[in-house]
C-alpha cells in the first residue's frame, strides 16, 4: 500500500509522464518494448494520483499521452537500455550508476544477475520509489542530490562503472553539468557515462517560440512548459572534450536515425544535420 502521508506533487511531473509513457507503449498492440514493471507501478499509481483534482493526473489516469511523445519516451529508453546491455556484456558484474532515476524501471528490464545497480534521485523521490521497489544486495538507492558528492563513498571503484543520466543533465546548467563531470572523472577514472542532450540551437529558440506561440497552446494540463523548458544545450559531442583531456566521446546515438513512420517531410528534414541531431544521447570515457 502506498502511504498516505507522501505527497507525490512535490515531484517533478515528467518522471511521472516517462513511467506512464512505458506503460502505454508496453500494453500497446504489436509492442516491442516490454515493461511490466512500470506497468505494476502505474497501475498502483493511479489509485492514489486519482486523489488530486489535478486535470495532468487525470490525463494520465486515462492513459492520454499524445502518441508521439510516449514513442519518443520509450525510443530514449530503448536506446539507454542498449547502452547498458552492450555495457554489461563486456562487464557482467560492473557497477551501473542512474543519475535522476525517478521512477526509471530500468534495472528490471536489463538486469544480468550479476551487475550492482544505484538508483540516484532526491529523497522525496526515492520515497516514493521505495513504495513500489524493494532494494536488494544488488539494487540501491542513493536518495541524494547528485551533486552532494557524499553518495560517491558508497561505490565500490574496483569495478568497472557506468554513470547513466537520462531526461536530466538537459534539465541543470551548463556549468552543474560540466563540474559534475571533472568530479566523476577524478573519483571514477576509467569510467562510462551515458546521458542525452539538445543541441544549444533547441534551446535557444524553443525558449523564444515557447514565449511567442506555445504559451498560448497550453492547456495547462500536460505541463508543456516542464517538457520544453530545457536549461542546458551543445554545440555538438566535441564540446565536452575541451573541458578536460580526459574527457573522450566514444559514440553518440541520434534519434532521428531510430525512429520510426518517417514520412516524407520528416525525411527532407533530417537531410538538415541541424534538424536531424536536436536531441541525441552521448557516450564518453573519463579518464
Ligand atoms: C525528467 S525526470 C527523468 C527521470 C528518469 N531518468 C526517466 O527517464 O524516467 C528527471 C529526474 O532527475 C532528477 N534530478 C534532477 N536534478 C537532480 C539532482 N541534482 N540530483 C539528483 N536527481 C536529480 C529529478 O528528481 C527527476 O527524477
Same mark, same amino acid.
Given at each position: 500500500?502506498?502511504?498516505?502521508?507522501?505527497?507525490?506533487?512535490?515531484?517533478?511531473?515528467?518522471?511521472?509522464? $516517462?513511467?506512464?509513457?512505458?506503460?502505454?507503449?508496453?500494453?500497446?498492440?504489436?509492442?516491442?518494448?516490454?515493461?511490466?514493471?512500470?506497468?505494476?507501478?502505474?497501475? &498502483?499509481?493511479?489509485?492514489?494520483?486519482?486523489?488530486?483534482?489535478?486535470?495532468?493526473?487525470?490525463?494520465?489516469?486515462?492513459?492520454?499521452?499524445?502518441?508521439? @511523445?510516449?514513442?519518443?519516451?520509450?525510443?530514449?529508453?530503448?536506446?539507454?537500455?542498449?547502452?547498458?546491455?552492450?555495457?554489461?556484456?563486456?562487464?557482467?558484474?560492473?557497477?551501473?550508476?542512474?543519475?535522476?532515476?525517478?521512477?526509471? $524501471?530500468?534495472?528490471?528490464?536489463?538486469?544480468?544477475?550479476?551487475?550492482?545497480?544505484?538508483?540516484?534521485?532526491?529523497?522525496?523521490?526515492?520515497?516514493?520509489?521505495?513504495?513500489?521497489?524493494?532494494?536488494?544486495?544488488?539494487?540501491?538507492?542513493?536518495?541524494?542530490?547528485?551533486?552532494?558528492?557524499?553518495?560517491?563513498?558508497?561505490?565500490?571503484?574496483?569495478?568497472?562503472?557506468? @554513470?547513466?543520466?537520462?531526461?536530466?543533465?538537459?534539465?541543470?546548467?551548463?556549468?552543474?553539468?560540466?563540474?559534475?563531470?571533472? &568530479?566523476?572523472?577524478?573519483?571514477?577514472?576509467?569510467?562510462?557515462?551515458?546521458?542525452?542532450?539538445?543541441?544549444?540551437?533547441?534551446?535557444?529558440?524553443?525558449?523564444?517560440?515557447?514565449?511567442?506561440?506555445?504559451?498560448?497552446?497550453?492547456?495547462?494540463? @500536460?505541463?508543456?512548459?516542464?517538457?520544453?523548458?530545457?536549461?542546458?544545450?551543445?554545440?555538438?559531442?566535441?564540446?565536452?572534450?575541451?573541458?578536460?583531456?580526459?574527457? $573522450?566521446?566514444?559514440?553518440?546515438?541520434?534519434?532521428?536515425?531510430?525512429?520510426?513512420?518517417?514520412? @516524407?517531410?520528416? &525525411?527532407?528534414?533530417?537531410?538538415?544535420?541541424?534538424?536531424?541531431?536536436?536531441?541525441?544521447?552521448?557516450?564518453?570515457?573519463?579518464?
Amino acid at each position: 500500500m502506498i502511504k498516505e502521508k507522501i505527497d507525490i506533487s512535490k515531484i517533478s511531473k515528467t518522471l511521472l509522464i $516517462t513511467i506512464y509513457a512505458r506503460a502505454i507503449e508496453s500494453q500497446s498492440e504489436n509492442s516491442t518494448f516490454k515493461d511490466p514493471k512500470s506497468v505494476e507501478i502505474v497501475n &498502483k499509481l493511479d489509485s492514489y494520483i486519482s486523489k488530486y483534482n489535478d486535470p495532468f493526473y487525470q490525463r494520465l489516469i486515462k492513459r492520454n499521452l499524445p502518441k508521439s @511523445l510516449s514513442q519518443l519516451v520509450v525510443l530514449r529508453n530503448k536506446l539507454f537500455d542498449k547502452y547498458v546491455m552492450d555495457f554489461t556484456k563486456n562487464n557482467p558484474d560492473g557497477v551501473i550508476i542512474n543519475i535522476g532515476c525517478g521512477l526509471a $524501471t530500468r534495472f528490471f528490464r536489463v538486469e544480468n544477475g550479476q551487475i550492482s545497480w544505484y538508483d540516484l534521485d532526491f529523497p522525496e523521490v526515492i520515497d516514493i520509489k521505495k513504495q513500489f521497489v524493494q532494494e536488494t544486495d544488488r539494487y540501491h538507492f542513493l536518495a541524494t542530490s547528485v551533486f552532494n558528492y557524499e553518495w560517491i563513498k558508497r561505490i565500490d571503484k574496483n569495478k568497472k562503472i557506468l @554513470l547513466i543520466g537520462e531526461g536530466v543533465f538537459i534539465f541543470l546548467n551548463g556549468k552543474d553539468v560540466k563540474d559534475l563531470l571533472l &568530479k566523476l572523472q577524478s573519483e571514477f577514472p576509467g569510467c562510462e557515462i551515458v546521458f542525452d542532450v539538445n543541441n544549444i540551437h533547441l534551446v535557444t529558440w524553443q525558449k523564444l517560440l515557447y514565449k511567442v506561440f506555445f504559451r498560448h497552446l497550453n492547456k495547462n494540463d @500536460l505541463t508543456y512548459s516542464d517538457i520544453l523548458d530545457y536549461i542546458w544545450g551543445i554545440r555538438n559531442e566535441y564540446e565536452l572534450e575541451k573541458i578536460n583531456p580526459g574527457i $573522450t566521446f566514444i559514440d553518440k546515438r541520434v534519434y532521428a536515425d531510430y525512429r520510426k513512420n518517417k514520412n @516524407l517531410w520528416y &525525411k527532407i528534414k533530417c537531410c538538415f544535420k541541424f534538424y536531424r541531431e536536436t536531441q541525441y544521447i552521448v557516450h564518453y570515457k573519463l579518464n
